[in-house]
């Protein structure tokens, strides 16, 4: 496990931090690992739905993000914001259990100024339950005189 606080690489908090756990990471890629709860969002019942699934992906990405700029400015809150879009996805008709241990690994496939492409993995054991492409734009860090 990776000894850094999780918080100084993604923005959230409370309900919306699904990741437990950094396995690994570097400037590349990241490995996180979460439990499913009953504060999860879109929970259905006793399983949450898979859509879940980008957000989790989106946050693993953020941590290599975060750990990337992290590591070169020392400060992994240094751009106004994130816009997220889904280039593609595949997720099985499958339901995620409560409790149910999820391993996601995310991977920067381009980056070119202030746009990243990157490429997530999530599976329980061995079995693939969801892939996606995620675009992120970043927004411009401000200005002191700002």
Do not use: C
């Not at 750990?67 to 996805?89: N, Q, T, Y």
């Amino acid at each position: 496990m990776i000894e850094v606080a999780i918080e100084r690489l993604i923005p959230h908090r409370d309900r919306m931090k699904l990741i437990d756990a950094i396995v690994e990471v570097d400037d590349r890629w990241a490995v996180t690992e979460s439990t499913v709860t009953d504060r999860w969002p879109l929970l259905e019942g006793d399983s949450v739905n898979p859509l879940v699934l980008i957000e989790l992906i989106a946050q693993t990405s953020a941590v290599t993000i975060g750990w990337k700029k992290l590591k070169e400015e020392g400060d992994a809150e240094s751009g106004k914001g994130w816009l997220v879009g889904i280039k593609s996805a595949d997720f099985p008709d499958i339901e995620i259990p409560l409790h149910a241990r999820i391993t996601t690994r995310s991977e920067i496939n381009f980056t070119m100024d202030n746009y990243t492409e990157l490429h997530g993995i999530s599976t329980i054991g061995k079995d693939r339950i969801g892939e996606a492409v995620l675009q992120v734009m970043r927004a411009e860090k401000e200005d002191a005189g700002e």
